[in-house]
């Protein structure tokens, strides 16, 4: 007999692309969405949110981080007893916060797939896991219905400490680039006299751009990322500063310390060959 899985929010891009995964891995998936058209002839639509899970073995929210606390007060008591409810969000305090106040029938999964609608496998993927009750258990399930992928296991607010680095300062630093090259009248012009750090730089802005905007304000609205932008200011504005007083010294000096501690945690000739690749691969497309 097929396990039974809910996903909430399955209209949206992770909806549907889990959707699709767990179909494919023998699923029944049934599917609610109260803002986006579900899509899918594998995916059986759900009139109401309560109505979606009294039956499921597996819920899964695909939500809005904003809305995730609520609809998990909402349909942890009504859910049957032994199902597994795995959220999915960007942020993990405050989802960490409801999942322990359900009710102990009801088993917490808090992941965070660090990958985007695009992928066709997951193996190899990274997914973090975020402990509530039992950690050992809750990765253990986890693995099993994400066989392949590669698991991290963090606390809640670590998570978002780290997260505020790795997809928030991200998307504030390429939401910005691409409306300021959005405004480039001459763009044409530009790709054509441009290089290689920026053919990689537009490609990476443009791709994060086709995120609903919706996505992207929830990732920069972290509250962790406030420190890691202030730090961004601040050096920003030392940086202008400095250029502009011609203090030539400490520019240079800030470069060599910037690259002196990189280069005892990474390969930075590696780097810039991947990177060459990158563009190649690129250019032939």
């Not at 998936?29 to 309560?50: C, F, M, P, R």
């Not at 997914?127 to 992928?149: H, M, Q, Y």
């Amino acid at each position: 007999m097929k396990k039974a899985i809910t996903i909430i929010g399955v209209g949206g891009q992770m909806g549907q692309w889990f959707a699709k995964y767990f179909s494919d891995n023998d699923f029944q998936v049934t599917g609610y969405d109260e803002e986006n058209k579900i899509k899918g002839k594998h995916i059986t639509q759900a009139d109401s949110l309560v109505g979606a899970i009294l039956k499921a073995d597996y819920v899964m929210l695909c939500t809005p981080t904003r809305k995730t606390p609520e609809i998990i007060r909402l349909i942890a008591k009504e859910m049957k007893r032994g199902t597994f409810l795995i959220e999915i969000s960007s942020e993990k305090t405050k989802a960490v916060s409801s999942l322990t106040k359900m009710p102990t029938k009801i088993n917490p999964i808090c992941i965070h797939p660090m990958f985007g609608p695009g992928i066709k496998n997951i193996k190899g993927q990274n997914i973090i896991s975020v402990p509530v009750r039992d950690a050992k258990k809750e990765l253990t399930i986890a693995k099993n219905l994400f066989e392949g992928a590669n698991f991290v296991t963090i606390d809640a607010s670590e998570h978002d400490k780290k997260i505020a680095v790795i997809l928030g300062l991200t998307h504030l630093l390429n939401l910005v680039f691409a409306n300021i090259i959005s405004k480039d009248e001459k763009i044409a012009l530009t790709e054509k006299m441009s290089g290689t750090t920026f053919r990689v730089q537009k490609t990476l802005a443009e791709s994060i751009m086709t995120e609903s905007p919706e996505l992207i304000e929830t990732i920069i609205a972290n509250p962790e990322i406030r420190r890691v932008a202030e730090d961004l200011w601040k050096d920003v504005g030392r940086l202008l500063t400095a250029v502009q007083e011609s203090k030539t010294e400490e520019v240079i000096n800030y470069i060599n310390t910037c690259k002196e501690r990189l280069s005892s945690k990474t390969d930075l000739e590696a780097s810039y060959k991947k990177l060459t690749k990158m563009v190649n691969a690129i250019e032939k497309k």
